[in-house]
């Protein structure tokens, strides 16, 4: 295997976009999806979706589809056990997720996580100098060692990302956005209208 394993979390249930899958919305010709994708086979190995439901709504992007395996759309956490469980099955010791309705994440995220993370977790952060450190729980990197702690603490009641991530001492990998937030993501439909002109700008 060249390359970690990454999984894209598109399992949630989008309730400010009307439901749906924000993931396959578009995005200046292409979906929100197609971008994510587009943004991280360069700095990964084998790519999955993360999502619920009839997995033949993603027959055309042509990757393996990981439903929860925890039930009840217990949120981000479920997805990243998810991923956790499908990276094993590769006989992977890591694994990283991403968000699928965040398009314009850094191009280097990957191996930004690998140098925070040593053995452990890492999650993203943006610094600013007005909002200080916001990390961003849906991007991160896992050792899949601690799926049975992770399936636990979801039996236990946890459903903050970084509820859990605090009891293991994550580590945090600091990504500059001072002039623009790389970790923008779309959550309603202004948010869409604002990716678009954000695409349409974008060189290439």
Request: charged content about 20%.
């Amino acid at each position: 295997m060249t390359g970690l394993p990454a999984v894209i979390l598109a399992g949630g249930q989008a309730r400010r976009m009307g439901g749906g899958d924000k993931c396959l919305l578009d995005l200046g010709g292409q979906t929100l999806l197609d971008q994510v994708i587009a943004r991280l086979s360069p700095q990964a190995g084998p790519l999955a979706i993360n999502a619920n439901g009839d997995p033949q709504r993603f027959a055309a992007i042509g990757l393996p589809v990981v439903a929860d395996s925890f039930p009840g759309f217990a949120g981000p956490l479920a997805g990243v056990l998810a991923a956790m469980e499908w990276a094993a099955g590769l006989d992977a010791a890591q694994v990283v997720t991403v968000a699928g309705d965040t398009p314009f994440f850094p191009r280097d995220l990957v191996a930004r996580l690998q140098q925070a993370a040593g053995d452990g977790i890492a999650l993203a952060a943006t610094d600013t100098p007005d909002k200080g450190l916001r990390r961003q729980p849906t991007f991160g990197l896992w050792p899949t060692a601690l799926r049975d702690d992770l399936r636990a603490a979801l039996k236990a009641g946890t459903r903050k990302v970084v509820a859990w991530t605090d009891r293991q001492a994550a580590a945090t990998a600091r990504f500059d956005a001072r002039d623009s937030d790389p970790f923008f993501n779309v959550n309603t439909p202004e948010d869409l209208a604002l990716a678009r002109e954000l695409s349409a700008g974008l060189p290439g």
